[in-house]
């Protein structure tokens, strides 16, 4: 499957949303809890990717540190909840879609960000070397459900603290990422 390079995992969740397609692996509990969010004001507004016309846009839930994302076109696109944390240093995006389709695991996968001023950098993580680490080398549980086109779901079962462990330990592999995507802010 390729993913478009609009946002770290959107040509994905596109997918998601026309079918029962599902990013694997993907993690059932949050990367944080509520208790260690942290909250950027600087996210907060309009970003886009050089060239291109989709925006994201960053607002936050009333009342909460949990931002709503969405990805704008002409019209909107995708909307995620995203919970913002720090592990080992990094800043963390922990990504879920705010409606799932009723075939789809309402799961969460994650990306590394950067913010230097006007330039919001994403680094999503790789499937392949996710999957490589949860079920071949078994860093993390797991289950394995329905058929998907690279084989079995899997689905990680790790608790907040056990997935925040595994980043503190491989989030600076820089194998880990795919390549960045460099968004600016967009002034309203």
Same mark, same amino acid.
């Given at each position: 499957m390729k993913r478009n390079k609009l946002f770290p995992m959107a040509g994905l969740a596109c997918l998601l949303l026309a079918g029962c397609e599902i990013y694997s692996p993907l993690a059932l509990q949050p990367l944080f809890d509520d208790d260690i969010l942290l909250f950027n004001?600087?996210?907060?507004?309009? &970003?886009?990717? !050089?060239?291109?016309?989709?925006?994201?846009?960053?607002?936050v839930y009333e009342d909460s540190k949990v931002y709503r994302i969405k990805v704008l076109d002409e019209e909107p696109v995708l909307a995620f909840e995203g919970r913002l944390g720090q592990i080992g240093g990094w800043n963390f995006l922990d990504l879920r879609l705010e409606e799932a389709a009723d075939c789809q695991i309402p799961g969460h996968f994650f990306c590394r960000l950067e913010i230097d001023g006007d330039v919001l950098r994403m680094y999503g993580v790789k499937e392949? &070397?996710?999957? !490589?680490?949860?079920?071949?080398?078994?860093?993390l549980p797991y289950v394995r459900a329905g058929k998907v086109d690279r084989g079995r779901l899997v689905v990680i079962t790790a608790s907040p603290i056990d997935l925040q462990l595994f980043f503190v330990r491989y989030g600076g592999d820089p194998e880990a990422y795919d390549s960045v995507q460099e968004f600016h802010r967009v002034r309203e």
């Open positions: 004001p600087t996210l907060l507004g309009t &970003w886009q990717e !050089e060239g291109r016309t989709t925006k994201v846009r960053f607002e392949n &070397w996710l999957r !490589e680490r949860v079920v071949e080398q078994g860093l």
